[in-house]
């Protein structure tokens, strides 16, 4: 049974950090690339960062390049996002994901369809 569990989220003031967390497992973690994605109130789900298998290629969404950091650890089946400089925008849902994205795509396009999710975790940022 395949499974991604979030953990992190929390109530947090502007200016600050968390580190979410997501542990997969029931499938080949080391073969997926990873994504993470946000849900405002009101707004559709974004994608905002995904790494590839290896760790060697990373994306983020113009809104949180230089805030936001995704890393993986393979041996653990599990991929981090440290958020800081938080802001009352970073506010949502955020959930993770898996999918298979051959090298010659990139990531938003390969992360447009994942083929796991998670079941997410709130993060509120307060003003």
């Known amino acids: 049974q395949v499974q991604l569990v979030e953990s992190g989220g929390g109530l947090v003031q502007a200016g600050g950090s968390l580190r979410l967390s997501c542990e997969a497992s029931g499938f080949v973690f080391r073969s997926y690339t990873m994504g993470w994605f946000r849900q405002a109130p009101g707004k559709e789900r974004e994608f905002i960062s995904a790494?590839?298998?290896?760790?060697?290629?990373?994306y983020y969404t113009d809104s949180v390049k230089g805030r936001f950091t995704i890393s993986r650890d393979n041996a653990k089946n599990t991929v981090f996002l440290q958020m800081n400089s938080l802001k009352p925008e970073d506010t949502g849902v955020y959930y993770c994901?898996?999918?298979?994205?051959?090298?010659?795509?990139?990531?938003?396009?390969?992360?447009?369809?994942?083929?796991?999710w998670g079941q997410g975790t709130q993060v509120t940022v307060s003003s």
């Open positions: 994901a898996a999918a298979r994205v051959p090298a010659p795509m990139t990531l938003a396009q390969g992360m447009s369809a994942p083929t796991y």
């Open positions: 790494i590839r298998m290896n760790g060697g290629s990373t």
